[in-house]
């Protein structure tokens, strides 16, 4: 682990000469190295932080595992985690990529038996075929989210120009990540958040969702978002919505979305209202 | 002010003939009702808290009014600028809108002096041709910021069934919105940060943009959402990078986005680099 800097990512002629030479050390002797210009590995079910990160040492153990090449957003991706409750089973910042590649973690991540959702930040890919391949065969068995940054041509040239693989289109990167079954994520909130539904829920059988709010605009938002999203709200048979009138108001409209309205604040009916929706 | 519930929002006759009747004595008396079914209506200003939310009394005076068909939709909104410490003009929780409509609404808050952003979550629209002719002459003025609900067919046939004016379809009164000069919403997030930038800062003059971070890959993803949005990062004069190299590192790649790298915790460092860009 090579947390130094210094090296390729200063765009000069000596920073990627030193790298060079270092690549061809390692190498030879074959051994792989994580960085340079990397913030480090946890590794919290043995309790390793070989990071320059004190607080990386808060991590929980859990089944996502984190691999950034920007010591920066590995930090940020795994506070959030952290503050959401959601454990890592490693983490990994990826820096320079000297000689260890993004599709090699990914073969590393997809036979430990602690990972079950596999997050990544990427920048570029040394060899896109390759992980792409490999990907193909992980997604089958864990979930893979990629954050792909450097979307902007100028931006990628740096880091494409001399694989020249792929383009620094990011539609087109999309594209592929589809097709190769990764899912391709557009936020740092939108990572966590699908991180977390990954991690804490079962897979989907279907796509019939019941939303419960405690106001009748939040619950309408949320069917809005379901429609957008391909999800259809489930049609509650006569006799739920019979219980659920009597549970929340013979008044009130009860239908799905479900407005909470006035019991919101009353865990107990809330639970069974729940219970009669999950029965359906 | 009509917080009481048990009228239209019920889709029942009676609650319909209820608010028919409510509606009628109004109008002949020369009076309009905020409601029924609705949270009430706020004005900082002069300490008022017209309704059954306590902690709403705790909104601070400011630029920014919100008018919304929902109470907890509206109430979210307040808490949430609320804790931005963005302050509000004027909050409406319009509900039922009995004989009360957005375009009244638009019409009031484009004379309130108090008023410079107009943020408004609405579900349906009674009289849509007026509130885009009113929208198209105030949104010259002052910004004004729409999340529209209600977006799937189903769920708009209620509320529009009856004035048959505009297509339950989102993607229609996007491009209305648009034409109008509204900022179409697509989240409560989006809505709270875009009110934000426009409560605090001063209309743009340019699409020229730097970008300061902590890190690489932060900056990295500020600049391809940058680009996305049709933004340009900003190229720095010769004598910026010169002094942006002095002031960060001199090892360290200086270029827009600024990766404030190891003087990141220096605020007084941070400052000079800002001093620096801004002059630039």
Known sequence: IMLTSGFKELGTQIGLELQDRIRDVADKGGMKIVGPNCLGVVNPQVNLNATF???????????VAVAAQSGAVSQYIADALTSNNVGISKFISMGNRCNLYFDEILEYLAQDEQTRVIVMYIEGLERPRQFMSVAKQVARRKPILVYKAGRNEK?????????????????????????????????MTELVDVTKALAFQPPSSGNRVAVLSGGAGPGIIMADKCHELGLSLAEFSPATLRQLRQLISPLNPVDNPVDLAWVSGNFDAC?????VVIED
């Open 155 to 187: 931006l990628n040239q740096a880091s494409l120009s001399h694989t020249g693989a792929l383009a620094g289109n990011y539609e087109l990167y999309k594209a592929v990540f589809t097709q190769t079954g990764i899912i391709a994520i557009n936020s």
């Open 271 to 275: 639970r069974q209202v729940l219970k």
């Open 53 to 63: 990160g004190v607080e990386l040492g808060l991590i929980n153990p859990g089944s």
